[in-house]
């Protein structure tokens, strides 16, 4: 449940992924923008796919994927490895 109170504070930061994660992102994300666990980040980030690259919108706080918990589900299938080419 979200308060009203962080509903005007971070309205516009506030994010819900495709699986159901719930997070805040830089004000500028848009539908489309990707939360990304890049190896040897210490913090999950949004990416904006662009013309066969991405580009680095920002860092993000993610429920559920701040504490090398993605990596522990990459183990078991539930997430991939990918490689991205940012700009």
Not at 61 to 72: P, Q, R
């Amino acid at each position: 449940m979200v308060s009203a109170a962080s509903l005007r504070m971070h309205g516009n930061r506030l994010v819900l992924s495709d699986s159901k994660h719930v997070g805040l992102a830089p004000w500028n994300s848009t539908e489309g923008d990707i939360i990304c666990v890049l190896l040897g980040c210490s913090f999950p980030v949004i990416l904006r796919p662009a013309n066969g690259y991405y580009l680095l919108i920002g860092e993000a706080y993610v429920d559920e994927l701040m504490n090398g918990e993605a990596i522990a589900q990459l183990k078991v299938g539930i997430y991939t490895l990918k490689t991205f080419k940012l700009r």
